[in-house]
């Protein structure tokens, strides 16, 4: 499927602030799933880094703007062409080893309530049916979990989504990679975007998931926001540990301001 994106950002402060830096891992990296046909990044007075790629293979650029200024916006455009690999990643470039994904972080750390729930989710499937054991997992996050827009913030943790009842899509993922770090099972949080709907706002079009590492499959995407694995739908940006860490946007500025953040994201398909 082709897919068009439009994903602007939109910072705005309350006072004049200086030494903007904004971290970006805006650019998907290609796979079986994903190939990018033409992908722009564009940001007015302002200088971009050199793009690297890292450990995860995460396409990574920073940008600077070092002038007095109440406002910056960042304008992404692009048009990938994706393929269905029934949530399997494949052919995608990285080099940190599935086993450094075992490390949890405070979002993402199962307390007691994590762990009961892991253990009565599990413990009736086989050890040796992971996948089974993961997508029963995965369907037990969208059960304890109902989904309410603006309900958690970027710092509410798995455990605390759980005793809550409610989150996003965020929350979704941070409580499946806590649950398989109970079992044993490498985990990690994906940032990206998902195919526009009627029922979706801009906001919530950037998306979130997460992959577990399946022995004899490798990385396999699952999405319990949505109770189902990723598809030609979705437009994988970046992973990492958590939520901060696979933040398509991440950034610091000096002066004391309030910031706004405004978000306006369109994804549409091409076909015709």
Known sequence: MRLSVSHITRYTYSSSVRQVTQNMKLTPSEHAGLRVIEWSIESDKTTFGEMFTDGAGNHVQTLYARDERNSVEIAVRGIVETTDTGGVLQNHREKIHPTAYLQKTHTTLANASIQELTRETVDTIS????????????????????????????????????????????????????????????????????????????HELTHAWAEVFIPDLGWVGFDPANRCCPD????????GL?????????????????????VDVAVKSMQQ
């Open 127 to 202: 050890e040796s049916k992971v996948l089974d054991r993961v997508h029963r997992l995965a369907r037990r996050a969208s059960e304890v979990i109902l989904y309410k827009y603006a309900s958690t913030t970027v710092t509410t943790t798995a455990a605390q989504a759980l005793e809550s009842g409610q989150g996003v899509c965020q929350d979704y993922a941070h409580l499946l990679i806590a649950t398989c770090g109970v079992i044993g099972l490498p985990a990690r949080y994906v940032s990206g975007y998902l195919l526009a709907s009627d029922n979706l706002s801009p």
């Open 232 to 239: 030609d739908n979705y437009i994988r940006l970046a992973s």
């Open 242 to 262: 958590d939520a901060n860490q696979a933040a398509p946007i991440r950034g610091r500025s000096h002066g004391k301001s309030q910031e706004i953040l405004d």
